[in-house]
């Protein structure tokens, strides 16, 4: 009930600002929600497939395997190896967050959750060129690897955090 509270409060902080908006100039407010919905009809599709591979990801990953290799036994290199393949995938929270509800469900430490949650919104080796093109070469180098780092150690201080929970 307090997640909808939050998502009721949300909307209506939302919905009072397009009030706002549409008073203030109709056409502007007309504008923002004939953009909202384009927006959300474009996004349906990708939905669908998110939630396909969210089910997917679920369904043939085996709890024994995740304890295994993500779990409290795994250790350090169970940090390694998530934060490097982690850096190999660039996801979107919209599909990390059920993935990692997954993991967690099945027997990953929370400390290794958090680590791959935050490598992988933001430190992907794929986004490079791209950064290398528009920013030069410098930021790229040193973003990457500091975002690693400060990912595994959110991860170790979320791992230690929940020992103490």
Not at 46 to 74: R, V
Not at 145 to 150: K, S, V
């Amino acid at each position: 009930m307090q997640d909808m509270t939050f998502v009721i409060a949300v909307n209506g902080i939302v919905f009072l600002a397009w009030l706002i908006l549409f008073l203030k100039d109709r056409k502007k407010g007309t504008d923002a929600i004939r953009i909202g919905f384009k927006t959300i009809f474009s996004m349906v599709p990708f939905l669908f497939i998110i939630m396909a591979l969210i089910g997917l990801f679920g369904s043939f990953l085996n709890p024994d395997i995740i304890t295994k290799y993500l779990g409290a036994q795994a250790g350090w290199k169970g940090f390694v190896s998530v934060a490097l393949v982690s850096s190999l995938l660039q996801i979107p929270g919209i599909v990390i967050f059920p993935i990692a509800e997954v993991l967690l469900k099945n027997g990953a430490t929370a400390g290794i959750v958090s680590l791959f949650i935050c490598a992988s919104t933001m430190a992907s080796i794929f986004t490079f060129p791209l950064e290398a093109k528009f920013l030069g070469k410098k930021i790229p180098i040193v973003r990457i690897p500091m975002i690693l780092i400060i990912s595994i150690c959110i991860g170790i201080l979320t791992g230690l955090i929940f020992k103490l929970l």
